[in-house]
């Protein structure tokens, strides 16, 4: 037979190839009729009953032959589809139906096939092509008992296919073959394109992270503003930032450095109070600075009562999950799932959790559930999956619904957020959103926010929610982390003891100078506030510790400010007063009051230590923490005490860590010293 002019020159297959394909081909056409998915009103031929339908039968098999040798890469299949088209059958393949077998039965379709194009005219037929002796013999099938006549789909789309096709389709005749297979019930494995990996995620963005923060607090003259008042702050978000940014060897941005943080996500040995009927005690200590000579730090510290496991009440919380496109690196959604999940070991029976998802919309995807049916919750957690813009703002109004439609006043009713803030549909402005959350406050429900991530992180936003909605913050960056927050300190975190708690302290101009509050530059109030219960502080949950710093110039010592020409100069105060070096006032409310109460202490001068070394652990290690915030934002007010100088203060009073947060700060002194001040930029 002459060579088809319109199909390319085919390389000599060899004899073994060839037949295996064909073989193969004519295999899958026996299952196929015999199962119903092919004709099953045919038999092949054989010599002891030739066929009635020869020419069909002969072209439908060999077009299968064909498509699938085609599929496999072998060139010369459209040569063996000519010659085998054009030959009648030689040899037997399948012993005879025996009349006793019952017929077949026949299956319908399962599914519509695709649409194939008309099938170009037969080749011309030709001389038969000789079979390799060496070939294997070819396995016999199991017969097929005759059935009446029918017209068969299956039979009609494969003699579509038993002209040899123009040149265009074996450019790429994979996707054609592997939709006829589809349609057939063939399998798809060694009909489909490649397998072409999916590409790798992308790095991390940089560079486009928002902080809060404000102006850095310096000293001020007690002659002129004698009263600082500020809101507490237990959030943690800032020490996670800062460690996130140090294990990647480069140092934090400045703004994303509150020290007041810092120092806060320690928990502190202070003296708690005897009752539940006295909700703090505080604990105060005058000491040496240890970076200014002539200098004293003035020690606050708050203990909040530690509820016992009987006197917690049941709480009632909505997971407000991120699902947006942003959260897909695998320390954010997969971290989320990670924390919810470690959470749920916290709760029993008595508390419920519901679930909010938000991406380009938001959803429902739990409703209130006993934190009992655990595989229930777990499985709902692992469901979700990152993908899509980020309707945060729809996102909180859906929780805060769903929170108050389940409220119960005598529970912990509370809304848990966890996201990287990146809000970029629906409401967005931060204004607005802290409007909102300020309103919801008022009926009772609170908020935690947990960041993840780096590189897009709106830390702003997330302090604007939690400090205007009656909640706390903290940054999520390791499994480790995770435990800490929701875990270890889980009491702390869910079940709060006070709301709107402020402080406000009152120098005595006699015994000071001068002071800075170290830290708290985004928690400052008015000296109005402190008293004004409309205005909004911060939270303070079971067993909680809260400290606060304030470097104070005694007087007669090295001023920072000078004396103003018109300024008062009058003596120091004569009696009791003189004694006094500040006035400590703290004004909270109970969670389930509006009106505040009010504690006060009293810090005197015989009370102040002469030497560092003297003053409690807690305290220097604070201070050292402190120290450790300030310069990171460039050391404008310790001189030149350094990273070394903060190591030797903070192993002196390490102390008791069974949690190995101490040992974990050491090393992030160490890694400041040699971390780069810049993160590259990726290629």
């Known amino acids: 037979m002459a060579p088809d002019p319109a199909l390319p020159a085919a390389p000599e297959p060899s004899c073994e190839a060839r037949e295996r394909a064909v073989r193969a081909a004519l295999a899958r056409f026996d299952a196929q009729t015999r199962d119903g998915q092919g004709s099953a009103g045919f038999r092949r031929p054989t010599e002891r009953h030739p066929p009635r339908r020869t020419p069909l039968i002969l072209r439908t098999r060999t077009a299968l032959a064909a498509a699938l040798t085609a599929a496999l890469a072998l060139p010369a299949a459209w040569t063996i589809l000519a010659e085998r088209t054009a030959r009648p059958p030689e040899r037997s393949v399948r012993p005879p139906a025996r009349a006793d077998r019952a017929p077949a039965p026949v299956e319908t379709a399962r599914e519509a096939p695709p649409p194939v194009p008309p099938a170009a005219p037969a080749p011309a037929q030709g001389p038969a092509s000789p079979v390799s002796p060496a070939a294997p013999a070819i396995a016999a099938a199991p017969p097929v008992a005759p059935t009446r006549e029918r017209t068969d789909p299956g039979l009609q789309q494969m003699s579509e296919l038993a002209a040899p096709p123009s040149p265009a389709p074996l450019r790429a005749p994979a996707g054609a073959v592997a939709a006829k297979a589809r349609s057939l019930g063939l399998a798809e494995n060694r009909l489909a394109p490649p397998h072409r990996p999916e590409p790798a995620p992308a790095a991390e963005p940089t560079g486009r992270d928002r902080f809060a923060s404000g102006p850095e607090s310096v000293f001020r003259a007690v002659r002129e503003a004698p009263v600082s008042t500020f809101s507490i702050d237990v959030d943690t978000a800032s020490y996670g930032v800062v460690r996130a940014a140090l294990a990647r060897n480069v140092l934090p941005p400045k703004a994303a450095v509150r020290t007041e943080e810092l120092i806060n996500y320690f928990p502190y040995a202070y003296e708690g109070p005897a009752s539940a009927n006295e909700p703090f005690r505080v604990t105060t200590a005058l000491f040496p600075s240890p970076w200014a000579e002539g200098r004293q730090l003035l020690h606050v510290g708050i203990k909040g009562y530690a509820l016992q496991p009987a006197e917690r009440p049941k709480a009632n919380l909505v997971f407000l999950v991120d699902t947006s496109g942003s959260m897909s690196p695998p320390n954010r959604l997969p971290l989320v799932k990670q924390a919810l999940a470690m959470l749920l070991t916290r709760l029993d029976a008595r508390d419920r959790v519901a679930i909010v998802a938000y991406a380009g919309q938001a959803g429902t995807v739990l409703e209130p559930t006993p934190a009992s049916e655990r595989a229930r919750i777990l499985a709902a957690i692992e469901g979700l999956a990152a993908g899509g813009s980020t309707a945060g703002g729809e996102g909180i109004r859906q929780a805060y619904a ?39 406050r008022q009926k009772g429900i609170f908020l935690s926010v947990l960041g993840f991530g780096m590189g897009n992180l709106n830390d702003a936003l997330m302090q604007a929610l939690a400090q205007n909605g009656n909640g706390a913050a903290a940054h999520i960056d390791t499994a480790n982390e995770a435990r800490k927050v929701l875990v270890e300190e889980a009491t702390a975190t869910l079940i709060p003891i006070a709301k709107d708690v402020k402080i406000q302290v009152e120098f005595n101009p006699a015994a000071v100078a001068e002071y800075r509050l170290i830290g708290y530059e985004t928690r400052l109030l008015d000296r109005a506030d402190f008293a004004n219960d409309r205005v909004d502080a911060g939270e303070v949950g079971s067993g909680q510790t809260v400290t606060a710093l304030y470097e104070i110039v005694p007087a007669g010592g090295p001023r920072v400010l000078g004396d103003l020409r018109y300024g008062e100069r009058s003596g120091p105060a004569a009696g009791q007063l003189a004694r006094e070096v500040a006035h400590v006032a703290i004004r909270y409310k109970r969670p389930d009051s509006d009106t505040s109460a009010l504690l006060d202490t009293v810090v005197e001068r015989p009370g102040a230590l002469a030497r560092l070394e003297d003053a409690p652990q807690e305290a220097r290690f604070a201070a050292a923490v402190a120290a450790f915030g300030e310069i990171l934002r460039g050391g404008r007010h310790t001189g030149r005490f350094d990273l070394d100088d903060v190591l030797r203060l903070a192993q002196s009073a390490r102390g008791d860590d069974p949690y190995g947060y101490r040992a974990e700060f050491l090393q992030l002194v160490r890694a400041a010293k040699t971390a780069q001040a810049l993160s590259p930029q990726p290629r």
């Open 402 to 440: 769903l929170a108050q439609a389940n409220y119960e006043p005598q529970a912990v009713n509370r809304v848990m957020l966890a996201t990287d803030g990146d809000f970029n549909v629906g409401i967005t402005d931060r204004e607005e959103l802290k409007g909102f959350v300020e309103r919801e």
